[in-house]
């Protein structure tokens, strides 16, 4: 049973330029989540989203930023016009359902903006 | 607006001695607190929990005590083995079953 899968694993993007970033839950899990880590900084959530719906983009930041899990395929976090500021390891979890944070995490996609 | 504070970056032990990480927290809500540990260039995974209705909790090797009136949580670990030399990551459900606050992590040395 393969794990929660993210590519890619780094990326490197220079400013104003898109990024996609893909995340496969663990077979089974409909609910998906993304995190963000900054350097020197924990995680932060970013978006909580079900197969076509996202249910809290609470932590996504207002601009260039848009998340989406179709119905069939990978989740997709994407950023528009990267600055500087989105350098950061990009986080993907998935669960069953909404277990009590017990969400199981991906490798993390690194993104250099150069 | 919640925080979870791990005011220690980093701490070093000896092999077969206990190692305690320690965690503090705002939040006053019902809530889990968790425990995550991180190996470089992979993500978290899962350690322990807690519920706020406990004080103790314990897996093995790993034990978690929640201290609701300083709203302060550790983990111990004992004996304390090499391979558990990694960041160690404290979270709070923050009365969400799903969004996660975490602290800045301490990176444990386990030294043979």
């Known amino acids: 049973n393969a794990g929660v899968m993210q590519n890619p694993r780094h990326l490197v993007r220079r400013r104003g330029q898109e990024a996609r970033l893909r995340c496969s839950p663990m077979?089974?899990?409909?609910?998906v989540y993304w995190y963000r880590q900054l350097p020197e900084e924990g995680l932060k959530f970013m978006v909580y989203?079900?197969?076509?719906?996202?249910?809290?983009e609470s932590g996504m930041p207002k601009e260039r930023f848009s998340a989406e899990f179709p119905k069939e395929g990978p989740s997709i976090l994407r950023i528009q016009q990267v600055v500087r500021g989105d350098s950061a390891a990009y986080f993907c979890a998935s669960s069953p359902g909404s277990v009590d944070g017990q969400a199981f995490f991906g490798q993390g996609t690194r993104l250099t903006v150069v | 607006d919640q925080q979870v504070k791990q005011n220690s970056p980093s701490l070093s032990v000896q092999e077969g001695r206990i190692s305690i990480l320690n965690c503090d927290y705002t939040?006053?809500?019902?809530?889990?607190f968790l425990w995550y540990k991180k190996y470089p260039a992979e993500g978290p995974t899962f350690l322990i929990s807690i519920s706020s209705i406990k004080d103790k909790n314990e897996d093995g090797r790993f034990t978690v005590f929640l201290n609701k009136s300083a709203k302060h949580l550790s983990l111990h670990i004992v004996p304390s083995q090499p391979g558990d030399s990694a960041v160690y990551f404290c979270?709070?459900?923050?009365?969400?079953?799903?969004?996660?606050?975490f602290g800045k992590g301490t990176l444990l040395t386990v030294n043979p």
């Open positions: 939040n006053s809500m019902f809530d889990y």
């Open positions: 077979k089974g899990h409909s609910h």
């Open positions: 989203l079900q197969k076509e719906n996202i249910i809290d």
């Open positions: 979270a709070d459900s923050g009365g969400s079953n799903y969004k996660l606050t």
